[in-house]
């Protein structure tokens, strides 16, 4: 296993374009994050999923967001009519739900940039 | 609002110099995690701390967890180049955001040869 998969690595789209974006998780992880992170600041959660079921989606996650764990193995990303301030790095993780706590292992992330 | 406040914001030093960096919060946490992040990649986990007054050793890294499970310190001892990076603690709470960590701003941390 080659740990957590992100594609793209980077994207650019206008103003108002539709962008998706993809997750591999570890194969035998069972809960699946994505996070946001901005220049200067520390990762700022977006929602998660345990198996296929999507648990907790956080105020920042507009309706333009949505996010999908088909099957309980990748995982999907979409952001609508997307604006300026998505411009961010979008990290994906997994983890394995076997006696709390355990860390999160992070993809190396898909840099969003929107002009 | 920042749950979990790190400081120094940024931190520049010598090879051989010894560092801490601070992590400190008003809410308690079951756990705590660090993490390092290098550009353009995603945080690295470097260590959990569970019981309040944990110490971890990790060769040249100590990683500290409060008594009353609110803070956490990590200390770098003789740093190395390599060591440069974005230092990151993360805490779990529980109740229903048992899957969510929250993060702090990072500390960024130059090593100079």
């Known amino acids: 296993d080659t740990g957590v998969s992100q594609n793209p690595r980077h994207k650019i789209t206008k103003r108002g374009q539709n962008v998706t974006f993809r997750c591999d998780p570890i194969?035998?992880?069972?809960?699946l994050y994505w996070y946001r992170q901005t220049l200067g600041q520390g990762p700022e959660f977006l929602t998660y999923?345990?198996?296929?079921?999507?648990?907790?989606k956080s105020r920042l996650l507009s309706d333009r967001f949505s996010a999908e764990r088909p099957k309980g193995s990748f995982s999907t990303l979409e952001i609508q009519r997307t604006e300026q301030g998505d411009s961010a790095m979008y990290l994906c993780?997994?983890?394995?739900?076997?006696?709390?706590?355990?860390?999160?292992?992070f993809g190396s992330g898909t840099r969003l940039t929107v002009v | 609002t920042q749950l979990l406040e790190q400081s120094p914001q940024f931190l520049s030093i010598q090879e051989g110099e010894n560092l801490t960096v601070y992590c400190n919060s008003s809410?308690?946490?079951?756990?705590l995690q660090w993490y390092r992040q290098e550009p353009g990649e995603g945080p690295v986990l470097l260590v959990t701390?569970?019981?309040?007054?944990e110490v971890k050793k990790l060769k040249r890294l100590t990683f500290q967890f409060g008594d009353a499970r609110k803070d956490s310190s990590l200390h770098i001892t003789a740093a190395q180049p390599g060591d440069t990076g974005l230092y990151l603690c993360a805490g779990r709470s529980g109740g229903s955001t048992l899957g969510r960590l929250y993060f702090g701003r990072g500390t960024q941390l130059t090593v100079w040869p």
């Open positions: 999923f345990q198996n296929e079921a999507q648990l907790e």
């Open positions: 993780a997994s983890s394995l739900l076997i006696g709390e706590p355990r860390g999160y292992t």
């Open positions: 701390v569970v019981t309040g007054g």
């Open positions: 809410s308690v946490f079951s756990s």
């Open positions: 194969s035998e992880h069972n809960r």
